[in-house]
């Protein structure tokens, strides 16, 4: 396995540990929530950012590259 995919391979790892244990903290949060509690809605955003860390590291990226070595000229870069 390439050294970058096996760095890729123990980001989800650790994300999904920060995503279990952010669930565990919002689990065993104290009730009632209020809408201004500010450590709730810290642990909220910091879920949302791991979830959108995961869906960057499985998304597939389309990287365009261009056929010509300047735009408008006729002579192809390959």
Known sequence: MNNYSECLDIARQELKLAQAA?????ADYPTPIAGCDEQFNHLLDQSQRVRNALAALEASHFVPTPRKLETGEGIESR
């Open 22 to 26: 952010l669930r565990q903290d919002m």
